[in-house]
């Protein structure tokens, strides 16, 4: 089983980023000019001030010129040529040499994922809705796979967009190259270039190497057994974090460092449980913050219910019969209610008036200052 919607889109998108590169070809060539005129300004001020009585250090910057002009008109077709043999290098590697469309073809890897879930789909189609241990086993192992296999094509389809648009992009850095004091642009561009090519090889050398796995991953018949569905997770989680971790590789490789241990898979999970960390801490600080205010809440519910039964057992007691004695207890009930509220008034104002009285107090001392002479008029 097969289906090309990623590939299509892969060629649509090579296609545009390709025809990027001559579209800004007016651009690079004004750039180049403007540089190129102003390296050949500063090589006659420099032969003026005596500088061509070192003739190797002219021929030099002549050679030098000469030769980032060509670069520059010819950086498509040398980067092409560069990481073209990168990807062969990794395909030979791999046992495929010559097999590009093994890294253009990204959606052969996703049918390589419906191939191998084909049994388990059909499996899932015949359980019983009442078997819900077998659903829910076998509906996320049926997911987890075809994880595993669309990363991979996706991993595959980003390395080669992300090399594209490289190319696209970093032609108009390539010019500045001329100037001693610009130089760093075209360094960046260039090393961007060589990044890309390492990744595309290093990729193309997983994907020739675990093509013929993929292809052979397939359950054995209908009847799915438990080891069998483990082993088919766990192979393709494993070539999906392999195929995953291609850009730490490359730069491992760059860097002259191996990169490919057990240690970026505890990495990952110890920044997955931190972050699970972090959002049961965020959600108990919640619980607790929600907790206090009810707190605070109840607390001051219960003073004001206090409050009100009080008022009212001290007026019921007063009254001789059932009906004086109710009426007794609604009396006490406001009344307390009233003073308590009037209480509480009363300690707000008084909390109120202190800044009052020493601002009144700074007033008074204000007025008493004699006010500052105009100036005698001239």
Known sequence: MEFNTLTTTLTNFVGVFQAGYSRLGPTVNGILA?????????LGFWWALGG????????????????????????????KWFVDSLINAGLTAGGHAGAVNLLLDPSRIAGYGLTATEQLAKALDNISI?????VIIFGISYLLIMAAFLIMAI?????????????????VLIPWGLLPHTKFLAEKAIGAV???????????FIIAVVDPVLASIHFSGP????NELWSVLLTAGAIAFLAWHVPSLAAGLLAGSPSLSASGVAQNVSAGAMLAAGIAGGMVAATRAAASAASTVGQRAS???GVLFGGAARGGRQGEGPVSAALGAGKGAAGAAGRTALDG??????????????????????????????PPER
């Open 345 to 374: 008034f009363k300690a707000r104002l008084s909390r109120a008036a202190a800044p009052f009285r020493e601002g009144f107090r700074a007033g008074r001392e204000k007025s008493a200052e004699p006010a500052p002479q105009a």
């Open 52 to 79: 061509g009585e070192r003739l190797t250090e002219v021929i030099k910057k002549i050679l030098f010129l000469g030769f980032w002009l060509w670069f520059t008109k010819s950086f498509q077709s040398n980067a």
């Open 130 to 134: 009442t078997d819900l241990g077998d």
């Open 34 to 42: 403007v540089l190129a005129g102003i390296d050949i300004v500063l």
């Open 155 to 171: 991993q595959a389809f980003l390395a080669v967009l992300e090399y594209y648009v490289i190319l696209a992009v970093a032609g």
């Open 194 to 204: 060589v990044s890309a090519g390492i990744k595309l090889m290093v990729l193309a």
């Open 303 to 305: 003073y004001g219910a």
């Open 223 to 226: 009847e799915i057994k438990l």
